[in-house]
């Protein structure tokens, strides 16, 4: 059974995840936002980014589970106070 450091993805596999064009991942690279190393495959040597990239780049660009950039449970509202009447909070939850 492999490990999490031994799992790769290939340039289109990340693209696909990340939800970006193919050719944008040597502009990641290039500005620092993406690490990729390279990996025998075969008889051949092919750039790969490893799971460890994928996360710090997810971490980086904080996109949510749902594509949103705000993180945390502020994009629901404010807070209301625990002593809040249930008059309030229905009023708040409309």
């Not at 031994?6 to 696909?16: C, D, G, K």
């Not at 790969?48 to 705000?70: A, C, K, P, V, W």
């Not at 008059?87 to 939850?93: Q, R």
């Amino acid at each position: 059974m492999a490990t999490f450091k031994e799992i790769h993805f290939t340039p289109a596999e990340f693209a696909t995840l990340a939800k970006i064009d193919k050719s944008s991942i040597s502009a990641l690279e290039s500005q620092g936002l993406l690490k990729t190393i390279k990996r025998k495959v075969g008889n051949v040597e092919r750039k790969m980014i490893t799971l460890e990239g994928m996360r710090e780049y997810f971490q980086n660009t904080q996109i949510g589970r749902h594509g949103d950039r705000s993180t945390g449970a502020t994009a629901a509202g404010p807070a209301l106070p625990a002593t809040a009447s249930a008059e309030s909070v229905a009023a708040a939850t409309g």
